[in-house]
């Protein structure tokens, strides 16, 4: 299966095969599934150079993933998802990377959908791609109230992007040199893929979704429990409403 | 009740303050998960300072004679709240600062040696 997906991320497409193209995976405490999530980057596409990102974990995360082969960045502290992810395209950017994805290191991310993320950015006809989880039905579990909320910041970011955005929450994303340098210079603290996604828009960078089964996080937690769920909601429909107001200025080509 | 006075002058410093909080988050001078303390502060203010009813409700509850006197009252403790806030913020933001500081030196040390063992 992995080598059938293999084939056609680089076999129908050749510019791929000379694009320089890097996973970014953030991880917290993931040392029991990040080096599966690596072998299996590694099946779908060996020529992604991998780096990981080990937002202050207390496992050996980082040890774990050093053995492995990849680019291993220490963050000294936890930072939040949001500043380990920008530290990984900082990494992206500043080594010359075109194409970046987003993996999570907890393995809810399937990188066998790699190839349907990539596929638009190589065709050109997107900056950003998410894998959403909403138009596949199946893969993907949720407390009742933050499946609300997920709704109603997909119905205002729809909004506010003038597109129809299912799944704004999802961190299951692959950007282009574009959007490299708008993440490494400007990515939201924390919760940031709402706000990420409408400030890629600001920027006058086009996002398009495509569906993915996610599968169900074998260890750790989702960073939102039931408790945190309105400071989110306030905080991220705050960050929404000031966006509307400010003014951005990001410079996307290269110096 | 409040004197129509009172109300009035702590409406417009309720509307005053929240504007200048959301101007400094606009800014980027002010992060929302700082922010969020003080617009509640505001919003508590501002809503007291319109609903007359309430706050001699409240000032009634807690036996307070004069209801501007509770506004006051209120208002002191979100301020002790966002202090405490503060407090913890900075605790977390020096247990940082000394992880990095310490960081760096394992790490100019590192450099120091490797650049000594390399020949000139």
Not at chain 1, 244 to 255: A, Q, V
Not at chain 2, 86 to 101: F, H
Request: with cysteine; hydrophobic share 45%.
């Amino acid at each position: 299966m992995a080598e059938a997906v293999q084939q056609v991320v680089t076999r129908g497409e050749p510019a791929l095969a000379r694009c320089r193209r890097i996973a970014i995976v953030p991880a917290f405490n993931e040392e029991r599934t990040i080096v599966r999530v690596i072998d299996e980057i590694r099946a779908v596409d060996p020529g992604f150079e991998i780096v990981v990102v080990d937002d202050g974990s207390s496992d050996r995360t980082a040890l774990v993933a050093e053995r492995a082969g990849v680019h291993v960045l220490r963050l000294p502290f936890n930072l939040g998802i949001g500043g380990a992810v920008q530290t990984g395209y900082q990494y992206a950017r500043d080594n010359g990377f075109e194409l970046a994805v987003q993996v999570d290191g907890d393995g809810q991310h399937d990188p066998r959908e790699i190839a349907a993320l990539v596929e638009p950015i190589m065709a050109g006809t997107a900056d950003m791609v998410v894998g959403t989880r909403f138009a596949t039905g199946g893969g993907y579990r949720g407390t009742h109230l933050r499946r609300v909320g997920i709704h109603v910041f997909a119905g205002l970011v729809s909004l506010m992007v003038r597109q129809r955005v299912t799944d704004t929450t999802s961190g299951f994303r692959a950007v282009n040199r574009k959007g490299i340098r708008l993440f490494a210079a400007e990515y939201p603290s924390d919760y940031p893929e709402v706000e990420a996604t409408v400030v890629l828009s600001r920027h006058g960078l086009q996002m398009v979704e495509v569906p993915v089964v996610m599968r169900i996080r074998e260890t750790g937690s989702s960073s939102i429990t039931a408790l945190r769920s309105v400071y989110y909601m306030v905080k991220v429909l705050l960050a929404l409403f000031i966006g509307l107001f400010r003014r951005y200025s990001t410079e996307l080509e290269e110096p | 009740m409040t004197p129509f006075r009172v109300s009035i002058a702590a409406g417009v410093a309720a509307v005053i303050l929240l504007l200048v909080i959301l101007e400094l988050i606009r800014s980027r001078r002010l992060q929302e998960r700082y922010a969020l303390l003080w617009l509640l502060t505001g919003i508590v203010i501002l809503v007291l300072s319109a609903w007359r009813g309430a706050l001699s409700g409240l000032a009634d509850l807690v036996g307070i004679a004069y209801p501007p006197s509770a506004l006051f009252v209120l208002a002191s403790l979100f301020v002790l709240l966002v202090l405490l806030h503060y407090s913890t913020v900075i605790s977390k933001l020096s247990d940082q600062n000394r992880v990095l500081a310490q960081r760096l030196a394992m790490l100019e040390h590192r450099l120091r040696q490797q650049e000594s063992e390399e020949p000139v």
